[in-house]
C-alpha cells in the first residue's frame, strides 16, 4: 500500500509557475513509476507528465512540453512537477499516482497506476 499527498497547488497569473510536490508514504517509493494526471471541470482526467524509478526517463504529454518538467527525490520520497508558463487551459486538479513498474516503460493510461493521491487544484487566471 502507498499513500499519496500533493501540495503546492494554487492560484496563479497567466504565465507564473508553479510547483507542485507529491509525497509518499508505505512500500518502497523507489518501486514505483511516478505519475502526474489532471482533471479540468467537465473533462476526463488526462495525463501529464511521468518520470522512471529511478529518474533516468520522463515522459510529457504534448499540451505541456517544454513548460512542465517532472523530477523525483528518493530520498525524500517525493516526485515533483515545476509549471512554468502557465496557461488558463492549465486549470485543473492535479493527481499524482504510482504505478508498481519493475521495468522502465512509462505509461500514460490511467489504469496502470495502483495508486493515487487525493488531488491539488491549480487555477491559472487569465
Known amino acids: 500500500q502507498v499513500q499519496l499527498v500533493e501540495s503546492g497547488g494554487g492560484l496563479v497569473q497567466a504565465g507564473g509557475s508553479l510547483r507542485l510536490s507529491c509525497a509518499a508514504s508505505g512500500r518502497t517509493f523507489s518501486h514505483y513509476v511516478m505519475g502526474w494526471f489532471r482533471q479540468a471541470p467537465g473533462k476526463e482526467r488526462e495525463f501529464v507528465s511521468a518520470i522512471t524509478r529511478s529518474g533516468g526517463s520522463t515522459n510529457y504529454a504534448d499540451s505541456v512540453k517544454g513548460r512542465f518538467t517532472v523530477s523525483r527525490d528518493n530520498a525524500k520520497n517525493t516526485v515533483y512537477l515545476q509549471m512554468n508558463s502557465l496557461k488558463p487551459e492549465d486549470t485543473a486538479v492535479y493527481y499524482c499516482?504510482?504505478?508498481?513498474?519493475?521495468?522502465?516503460?512509462?505509461?500514460?493510461?490511467?489504469?496502470?497506476?495502483?495508486?493515487w493521491g487525493q488531488g491539488t487544484q491549480v487555477t491559472v487566471s487569465s
Open positions: 499516482a504510482a504505478d508498481l513498474n519493475l521495468g522502465s516503460i512509462i505509461y500514460s493510461q490511467e489504469y496502470k497506476y495502483d495508486y
